[in-house]
């Protein structure tokens, strides 16, 4: 087995490697003075499983030339298998038509993933389970409920919590995070009036004394959750916390979570922190790098995946 990676999230990449007991593969991915990314996989891999990690975050579009390109070298340098190990996968949010004349990009994504050479993908919490369906190879979509289920349990005693979905769209996840830690569920009615800005509505559900976790896959301006987290302290919560997978934290994200009323937004690593967020009195950030690590381990060994999540 080998693992190489790019430069969006290598210190994943070595705590994977450090889980799997195996060194991270020489790869070199540099650019030319234009900015053209060259790649060179530095040792053999004829024969060998390969898995290329790399999260399409930002710059999405530098970071997805860079997967490409790298399993371009491998294919062209006779490796067995190409596994794309994708812990945030770029685009996903464009998984339909909104409107006329729009592209369905996760669709063209996953089509280019495909044709570029890769086998099979490994991917964490798509924004929506039928981008599964998008790719014409073998994907396994894992979770990181295992890991926000242990952290909630080891902080909240029994009976304190209530799991909110921040919006309708979101009731499936939060509803399986609850029913694994036995936890009720509350839902935050949204209508978003303009793109990049949400306006809270109402809450469904009795909140009142309640520790909160709203549970989001992605987080991005974070106006979302911190408007979630007003309406359910006005509704009488003793506090709220956020828990989302991938902190996409664009522009002054960080800023307005540090300023909210958030008592703390917990994310996983499948987007490598900046600084901004590593300084963040409110911000935790969750490793995934056993969780991914065994995923991979399992898949070269020919095992199941998805007992992981029984």
Do not use: W
Request: glycine fraction near 6%; proline fraction near 4%; charged fraction near 25%.
């Amino acid at each position: 087995m080998k693992l190489v990676c790019g430069n969006s999230n290598r210190a994943l990449a070595e705590a994977i490697t450090k889980y799997l007991e195996i060194p991270l593969s020489s790869c070199l991915v540099r650019r030319f003075a234009d900015q053209e990314i060259f790649v060179e996989i530095q040792e053999n891999v004829r024969g060998e499983d390969t898995f290329v990690l790399q999260s399409t975050s930002y710059p999405a579009n530098d970071h997805l030339m860079e997967l490409l390109i790298m399993i371009d070298a491998l294919r062209r340098s006779s490796a067995k298998r190409i596994t794309a190990v994708l812990p945030y996968f770029g685009y996903a949010r464009q998984d339909r038509k909104p409107g006329p004349r729009t592209p369905i990009s996760a669709k063209l994504v996953a089509n280019i993933i495909t044709h570029a050479g890769a086998d099979r993908v490994l991917t964490l919490d798509l924004h929506a389970g039928q981008i599964q369906g998008f790719f014409d190879i073998p994907t396994d979509n894992l979770y990181a409920a295992p890991v926000m289920m242990r952290d909630i349990k080891e902080r909240y005693a029994p009976g304190t919590v209530m799991v909110v979905s921040p919006d309708v769209g979101g009731v499936v996840r939060a509803r399986a995070l609850a029913k694994r830690i036995d936890a009720q569920l509350a839902i935050v009615d949204k209508r978003r009036e303009r793109a990049g800005e949400s306006e809270v509505m109402n809450v469904i559900g009795n909140v009142e004394g309640r520790s909160c976790i709203l549970v989001d896959d992605i987080i991005d301006s974070g106006g979302t959750l911190c408007n979630a987290a007003e309406a359910l302290l006005a509704r009488g919560a003793k506090d709220v916390s956020a828990y989302c997978t991938h902190g996409v934290l664009s522009g002054g994200a960080v800023t307005r979570i540090s300023a909210s009323n958030l008592k703390e937004l917990v994310i996983t690593d499948s987007i490598q922190p900046t600084e901004a967020v590593r300084a963040a009195a409110n911000i935790r950030v969750l490793s995934i790098a056993p969780l991914i690590g065994e995923a991979i381990a399992r898949t070269a060994q020919e095992k199941s995946v998805s007992s992981l999540f029984d």
